[in-house]
């Protein structure tokens, strides 16, 4: 059974660095063809891919943050991290975790709960 | 403003049918047969309802059917049921840089 459950700061501060952390069980991140993405969702708006990342470390980012974003993974732990730099209030969103086969079924199968980050001074 | 453009609300009866569009370009939605309706009901994560246009994962109900005619797909609900009530949201891969794209969301209510 494939679970996965985001974590982090539920409050972070305009310009400060966002590290969220996804943990995932039911699945290796070592898998060919395994990937893991993130995806936020502000308050009251539509779902946004901000990162996937496969089992060979490759990675992808959305063309409009990629320079805020880092996603990187630990296999040994499970574990997915997402940096995001110079959070803004518009970053206010509902981030989620996701599991993936995307190279052969271009979506997100499995999703974490999500994680509310407020971005307020 | 999202890639993809989708009806903001749509509303039926219990026992009818109702039908959500999600409307592209041949560099989605019209180029590839890579699809996904994801459902939302408030205060939770997405639920993947249907993939690669028309396949239903394991433990999704059969009223639930997707199709594709050039860039636009869509996701058709029949026999709706009050639990059905919900965001309903359709992605597609793109061969732009941007590898996946989403719509606005649909609010689907059950009258």
């Known amino acids: 059974q494939i679970t996965l459950k985001e974590s982090g700061p539920t409050l972070v501060k305009p310009t400060q660095t966002l590290t969220l952390t996804c943990t995932f069980s039911?699945?290796?991140?070592?898998?060919?063809?395994?990937?893991v993405g993130w995806i936020r969702q502000p308050p009251g708006k539509a779902l946004e891919w901000l990162a996937l990342i496969y089992w060979n470390d490759d990675k992808r980012y959305s063309p409009s943050l990629k320079s805020r974003l880092t996603i990187t993974k630990d296999t040994s732990k499970n574990q997915v991290v997402l940096t995001m730099t110079n959070m803004d209030p518009v970053d206010t969103a509902t981030y989620y975790c996701?599991?993936?086969?995307?190279?052969?079924?271009?979506?997100?199968?499995?999703w974490g709960q999500g994680t509310l980050v407020t971005v307020s001074s | 403003q999202s890639a993809l453009t989708q009806p903001a609300s749509v509303s039926g009866s219990p026992g009818q049918s109702i039908t959500i569009s999600c409307t592209g370009t041949?560099?989605?939605?019209?180029?590839?047969?890579?699809v996904s309706w994801y459902q939302q009901h408030p205060g939770k994560a997405p639920k993947l309802m249907i993939y690669?246009?028309?396949n239903r994962p394991s433990g999704v109900s059969n009223r639930f059917s997707g199709s594709k005619s050039g860039n636009t797909a869509s996701l058709t609900i029949s026999g709706l049921q009050a639990e059905d009530e919900a965001d309903y949201y359709c992605?597609?891969?793109?061969?732009?840089?941007?590898?996946?794209?989403f719509g606005g969301g649909t609010k689907l209510t059950v009258l």
């Open positions: 996701a599991h993936s086969l995307w190279l052969v079924r271009r979506n997100f199968d499995y």
């Open positions: 690669d246009v028309s």
């Open positions: 039911g699945f290796s991140l070592s898998t060919s063809g395994v990937g």
């Open positions: 992605s597609s891969y793109t061969s732009s840089s941007s590898l996946v794209v």
């Open positions: 041949s560099s989605d939605v019209g180029g590839y047969n890579y």
